[in-house]
Nanobody, 122 residues
Framework: QVQLVESGGGLVQAGGSLRLSCAAS????????MGWFRQPPGKKREFVGI????????YYADSVKGRFTISRDNAKNTLYLQMNSLKPEDTAVYFC???????????????WGQGTSVTVSS
């Protein structure tokens, strides 16, 4: 089973940018559908975006569309989440996850990282 480790979180002012990384081991990011999810304080975990294993198609939640970009570096076996124009409501713990299914819902993601915290100040 693939192991995932996120990094890159921190404190940023509204309007700023951060890039999160998710390093994989025990499997290759290109062979999984990889996803980013987040859990705001006191709320349930929610979908941010995914990149499918086949074709590399990306899909995003409406709340982040146009501001966040998912990419993967196969040579580094790492998944990224570039976050621009950050808003206070983006404050959350961000998780990366892997699914063996090309088309996956949150329940299909069986491997999860430990999360990295992002705080956006107003």
């Amino acid at each position: 089973q693939v192991q995932l480790v996120e990094s890159g979180g921190g404190l940023v002012q509204a309007g700023g940018s951060l890039r999160l990384s998710c390093a994989a081991s025990g499997g290759t990011v290109s062979s999984y559908t990889m996803g980013w999810f987040r859990q705001p304080p006191g709320k349930k975990r929610e979908f941010v975006g995914i990149i499918r294993s086949l074709g590399g198609y990306t899909y995003y939640a409406d709340s982040v569309k146009g501001r966040f970009t998912i990419s993967r570096d196969n040579a580094k076996n790492t998944l990224y989440l570039q976050m621009n124009s950050l808003k206070p409501e983006d404050t959350a713990v961000y998780f990366c996850a892997a699914s063996q299914r090309n088309i996956a819902t949150m329940a299909d993601f069986g491997s999860w990282g430990q999360g990295t915290s992002v705080t956006v100040s107003s």
